[in-house]
């Protein structure tokens, strides 16, 4: 007798309006199960660090031109090199953000960012995902998370989440060495500490075998970036979808439901 369907996607934060190919995703998945029955698992893949990731495009209400949004940091390092769970947001950037959202969201998701608290990035994206209702009915698995990094299984190609200049920076193991990439050709070769695997999270390269000896599922609904780089080899029990078409989709997702 064949298990019960587990439905992944997986996604790091991509906004404090998540991006709308994150909702093509979960509106992917969803389908899935109405179909096939089982569980929904979101990959939350928060130990990413790129602040880029996070960017956040609206639309202007009147003038329909596009601007960007963004977290603000405590300093450059934390930006650039600290985990997304650890970059750290100032205490008034929520307030001078929201000084400017009526000018691209209704004020239902106004009330939303305003009543959402959170001290971190990745927490506040996802408390913003929650209060939505996006994640309704879905597991939650964070790449942070000590249990999840302590059950996964080895990987040759990682990152560690180590001290440095009093920051937790999320440094790339080359070589038997930890660097920070600065841009470019520009490494940073931090001093050898020691670590252990709740330290320990997976490259692009590696972060499908990493995800599945935790997650195991049964079907995975892929991105289109995830396409150019995910290895279906390497988890042949796993059924691919991908994810449905949606316009615009590097964008914030702002269809707030009535």
Same mark, same amino acid.
């Given at each position: 007798?064949?298990?019960?369907?587990?439905?992944?996607?997986?996604?790091?934060?991509c906004?404090?309006?998540?991006r709308r190919?994150?909702?093509?995703?979960?509106?992917?998945?969803?389908?899935?199960?109405?179909?096939l029955?089982?569980?929904?698992?979101?990959?939350?893949?928060?130990?990413?660090?790129?602040?880029?990731e996070?960017r956040?495009?609206?639309?202007?209400?009147?003038?329909?031109e596009p601007?960007q949004?963004?977290?603000?940091?405590?300093?450059?390092?934390q930006?650039?090199?600290s985990?997304?769970?650890?970059?750290?947001?100032?205490?008034?950037?929520q307030?001078k953000?929201?000084l400017?959202?009526?000018?691209?969201?209704?004020?239902?998701? @106004?009330? @939303?960012?305003?009543?959402?608290?959170?001290?971190? #990035?990745a927490?506040?994206?996802?408390?913003m995902y929650?209060?939505m209702?996006?994640l309704e009915? @879905?597991r939650?698995?964070?790449?942070?998370d000590? #249990?999840?990094?302590?059950?996964?299984?080895d990987i040759?190609?990682?990152?560690?989440?180590?001290?440095h200049?009093?920051?937790?920076?999320?440094?790339?193991?080359?070589g038997?060495t930890?660097?920070?990439?600065?841009g470019?050709?520009?490494? *940073?070769t931090?001093?050898?500490?020691?670590?252990?695997?709740e330290? *320990?999270?997976?490259?692009?390269d590696?972060?499908?075998?990493?995800?599945?000896?935790? #997650?195991?599922?049964?079907?995975?609904?892929?991105?289109?970036g995830?396409?150019?780089?995910?290895?279906?080899?390497?988890?042949p029990?796993?059924?691919?979808?991908?994810?449905?078409? @949606?316009?615009r989709s590097?964008?914030?997702?702002?269809?707030?439901?009535?």
């Open positions: 007798m064949s298990s019960a369907p587990v439905i992944c996607f997986g996604q790091q934060p906004g404090f309006f998540p190919f994150l909702f093509a995703k979960i509106q992917t998945a969803r389908r899935l199960r109405a179909e029955g089982g569980e929904i698992v979101f990959f939350y893949h928060d130990s990413d660090h790129d602040p880029r996070t956040t495009t609206l639309r202007h209400r009147k003038t329909n601007a949004l963004n977290f603000a940091f405590e300093n450059r390092l930006r650039k090199f985990p997304q769970y650890l970059k750290r947001i100032p205490t008034d950037w307030g953000t929201l400017q959202l009526p000018n691209y969201v209704e004020s239902r998701l @106004i009330e @939303i960012y305003r009543n959402v608290s959170a001290s971190n #990035v927490d506040f994206c996802l408390e929650r209060a209702g996006l009915g @879905i939650l698995v964070r790449s942070s000590p #249990v999840v990094r302590r059950a996964a299984c040759p190609d990682f990152f560690a989440d180590i001290p200049e009093g920051e937790i920076v999320r440094a790339r193991s080359a038997g930890l660097k920070l990439h600065e470019g050709d520009s490494y *940073v931090l001093r050898a500490v020691t670590f252990n695997k330290q *320990v999270s997976p490259a692009r590696s972060r499908l075998r990493w995800m599945q000896s935790v #997650v195991h599922c049964t079907h995975y609904v892929a991105g289109a995830e396409k150019a780089y995910l290895r279906p080899e390497e988890a029990e796993i059924t691919f979808v991908n994810r449905e078409t @949606i316009e590097d964008e914030a997702y702002t269809d707030f439901p009535s």
